[in-house]
């Protein structure tokens, strides 16, 4: 039998909708932080092929989710685009700079970032040998506006200011970064996808910065490029697109990008995401990550409440943005439960 996230991304409507998590591997699980440990940092964990196996694996073990995603950073393409990268100590990653034509200049195009990225699609490779047959191996992106965002600014801000101001200050530099990514993405996909990932995701964190056209041109035209051209590279390749507090953006966002599926974020309601996203084809989401930390009948009764909205039409279950990491295990537990009737 077909996977059931296969199953719903080709549109079929499950009478129990299958389940995976963002950031479903991390700092929440104790054998996580065990790893991690052991792995010394942040990116070395990314880094080695068996380590980034192991706790992609972890939750795959402990819950049975339908769908594990590979365990790496959206950040890992700029750096193997030639940008510096390190993470600080309770603050997050911080990126070298792309603020004028000569740090673009800088920067590597083509085969090259494969040489960096090899561990990473090592890691693909081994997690396809290793996930249960009925498990789907999700590999992913970062989609080229969010990481553009950090690439000017050199970190993570609260509105993306730096990225706007050089949109606004030097549009043919913007926009030649924009491109770049747009380029290199497929190229990372694409030797994801040949190491045996079976979908892949894009992820746009920052696209709810976006307003009007620049909407259109930085948000959904990249994911147009990169989906068609991955569909065109492997034809029946599932795309999952996630524009982040898109609001009234996600409507039609399946069919202006090629996406078989379409992930909400929590700052709609799923009622609305039912009547005005999912007409267009599968959607993932959408129960608030908070739920994860409160636990209780509210995460019940949400978790319902998200299952029956998107009940008419193909639905893979998740949360609206990744889990936190002072989430408790056991409110996932009792959210699998609940979707799946046991609870």
């Known amino acids: ?47 080695n092929p068996d380590l ?3 706790v992609t694996l972890q939750p795959i073990r402990r819950y049975g989710f339908d769908a594990a995603i590979l365990f790496a950073d959206i950040l890992l393409l700029p750096q193997a685009l030639g940008a510096e990268l390190w993470f ?10 792309i603020r004028s034509q000569a740090d673009f200049d800088k920067l590597g195009r083509g085969k090259m970032i494969h040489d960096t990225l090899a561990p990473v699609y090592q890691t693909v490779a081994n997690l396809s040998k290793a996930l249960p047959d009925e498990t789907t191996l999700i590999g992913f992106a970062g989609a080229p506006w ?18 706007h101001a050089l949109k606004a200050e030097n549009r043919p530099l913007f926009e030649a970064i ?7 993405t ?37 994911a147009q490029i990169i989906t068609t051209e991955l569909k065109s590279r492997f034809p029946g390749l599932p795309v999952i697109a996630f524009p982040r507090q898109a609001g009234d953006k996600y409507i039609g966002f399946h069919a202006a990008t090629g996406a ?61 943005h990744g889990i936190t990491p002072d989430a408790d295990p056991e409110n996932v537990q009792l959210m699998i439960d609940t979707v799946r009737g046991k609870a």
């Open 1 to 47: 039998m077909t996977k059931t996230i296969l199953r719903a991304l080709a549109g079929e409507t499950l009478p129990t909708p299958p389940i995976w998590m963002m950031r479903q591997a991390g700092r929440y699980l104790p054998e996580y932080r065990a790893t991690r440990a052991e792995a010394g940092d942040f990116l070395s964990l990314c880094y």
């Open 52 to 54: 980034a196996t192991e």
């Open 88 to 97: 600080v100590t309770g603050e997050g990653p911080r990126l070298s700079t």
């Open 146 to 163: 969010t990481v553009a965002t950090y690439m000017i600014a050199g970190r993570g801000t609260p509105d993306q200011g730096p990225a």
């Open 178 to 184: 924009i491109d770049r990514l747009t380029e290199a």
């Open 186 to 222: 497929v190229d990372y996909l694409s030797e994801q996808v040949k190491a045996g990932a079976e979908v892949v995701k894009l992820f746009d964190s920052w696209a709810g910065s976006l307003e009007g056209d620049d909407f259109d041109r930085y948000c959904t035209r990249p």
């Open 260 to 320: 078989d599926c379409v992930a909400i974020d929590d700052s709609v309601t799923p009622e609305w995401a039912a009547d005005h996203v999912q007409p267009g084809g599968c959607v993932q989401g959408n129960l608030a990550s908070r739920h994860m930390v409160t636990g209780g009948q509210d995460l019940v009764d949400e978790t319902r409440r998200v299952v029956k909205a998107f009940s008419g039409g193909p639905h893979i279950f998740n949360l609206g």
